[in-house]
């Protein structure tokens, strides 16, 4: 009677990194979501920037949500002598 061992390792693995993937897709949505409801409105232009972008490399995942329209720096920091 002979034991045979079962190496669900890769299986195991796979889901675990499409489940993170999923909840940083959920979180990002909602940190865009919450980034906007928080910025000043004059014209929406920032406002609607915001976007976020799962990075995924060998052996990290992660989120970063930002705006490339260069206004959003200024309404974040600031600007003058109290400025960040």
Do not use: C, W
């Not at 897709?25 to 972008?53: M, W």
């Not at 490399?57 to 705006?67: F, M, R, Y």
């Amino acid at each position: 009677m002979g034991v045979t061992l079962i190496d669900n390792s890769p299986a195991v693995k796979a889901a675990m990194a499409d489940a993170v993937r999923a909840f940083l897709h959920e979180a990002g949505g909602e940190l865009v979501s919450q980034t906007q409801k928080n910025v000043r409105v004059d014209t929406g232009q920032t406002k609607n920037s915001y976007e976020y972008k799962l990075i995924e490399g060998a052996d990290e995942q992660k989120v970063v949500v930002g705006s490339d329209y260069m206004n959003a720096v200024y309404e974040e920091f600031g600007t003058g002598e109290y400025a960040l």
